[in-house]
């Protein structure tokens, strides 16, 4: 089964960017449709965006226009190009893998958005 490990989350000012990173074990990455899901304090988990393996993405609304979800099958791993950052945006980042129904999540990394 896949695991995944997410990086490049951290503190920064409004309007700032961010890349967030999600590295993939296992074999067949490239069958998975990865996602990216935030979950800020007292609020639900919810999508950010999502990537199939055939390429094909879609965006939380909150995150249209601003967010830029990736995949570099070769090196297994996942990107979110996080533009325009508000504070709304603060939250815990999840890497998601979904294939046949089976999901898995990574660990989830920080994301703080503060003057």
């Given amino acids: 089964q896949v695991q995944l490990v997410e ?5 920064v000012q409004p309007g700032g960017s961010l890349r967030l990173s999600c590295a993939a074990s296992g074999s067949a990455f490239n069958s998975y449709t990865m996602g990216w899901y935030r979950q800020a ?6 999508l950010v965006a999502y990537i199939t393996s055939g390429g094909n993405t879609n965006y939380g609304d909150a995150v ?8 570099d099958n070769a090196r297994n791993t996942v990107y979110l190009q996080m533009n ?3 504070y709304e945006d603060t ?3 999840y890497c998601n893998a ?3 129904g089976l999901e898995r999540w990574g660990q989830g990394t920080q994301v703080t958005v503060s003057s």
């Avoid at 990086?7 to 503190?11: F, H, I, P």
């Avoid at 304090?41 to 919810?46: F, I, N, T, Y």
């Avoid at 249209?64 to 995949?71: E, L, P, V």
């Fill in 64 to 71: 249209k226009g601003r967010f830029t979800i990736s995949r």
């Fill in 7 to 11: 990086s490049g989350g951290g503190l």
């Fill in 91 to 93: 939250a815990v980042y």
């Fill in 98 to 100: 979904l294939k046949l």
């Fill in 84 to 86: 325009y950052l508000k």
């Fill in 41 to 46: 304090p007292g609020k639900q988990r919810e």
